[in-house]
């Protein structure tokens, strides 16, 4: 009986390995706005759903760094559903502090951009198997706001 068992187990083990899973892709990064609190950064993530129903995101989790050093974290709030057999770009806005940027500011040089590197966590619900997170990475440069970006 014991050996039917791990039998079992391994079969729904390879199966669950060889699912068709979700794929994603850091696509940019770019400037998008100053407010009062600080300046927003527009992550653009590409996500293929392969299955023919609609999956639940349930969270986007990022941490921004430049010069080893963490500039920003949180999370995305609302960041909804992916359609079934298509592919979504999600838009996701990352924070920096107005205290944070004037650090980085000292030590930029006359390009005025700073190097970064994003890490990204999708969380998606997948039926029957469950929660999945799907981790992302990208490096790069990104613009620091100019005065005409302000007024």
């Known amino acids: 009986?014991?050996?039917?068992?791990?039998?079992?187990?391994n079969y729904v083990a390879e199966k669950v390995?060889?699912?068709?899973?979700?794929?994603?892709?850091?696509?940019?990064?770019?400037f998008k706005k100053v407010s009062r609190e600080g300046v927003t950064y527009s992550a653009k993530v590409s996500v293929?759903?392969?299955?023919?129903?609609?999956l639940p995101i349930c969270e986007v989790s990022y941490t921004l760094k430049s010069d080893g050093r963490v500039?920003?974290?949180g999370n995305m709030e609302d960041p909804g559903s992916l359609?079934?057999?298509?592919?979504?770009v999600l838009e996701v806005p990352v924070k920096?502090?107005?205290?944070?940027?004037?650090?980085?500011?000292?030590?930029i040089g006359a390009d005025w951009d700073i190097d970064y590197e994003?890490?990204?966590?999708l969380v998606i619900d997948l039926p029957v198997i469950g929660d999945i997170?799907?981790?992302?990475?990208?490096?790069?440069?990104?613009?620091?706001?100019?005065l005409s970006d302000v007024f």
């Open 133 to 146: 997170t799907i981790p992302l990475s990208r490096k790069g440069e990104i613009k620091l706001p100019s």
């Open 48 to 54: 293929s759903n392969p299955y023919g129903t609609s």
């Open 17 to 30: 390995a060889n699912i068709k899973k979700p794929e994603a892709t850091v696509d940019d990064v770019d």
């Open 1 to 9: 009986m014991s050996e039917l068992i791990g039998k079992a187990k």
């Open 71 to 73: 500039i920003a974290s």
């Open 118 to 121: 994003l890490d990204l966590g």
């Open 83 to 88: 359609p079934g057999n298509q592919t979504t």
């Open 96 to 107: 920096v502090l107005h205290s944070v940027v004037v650090s980085l500011v000292k030590d």
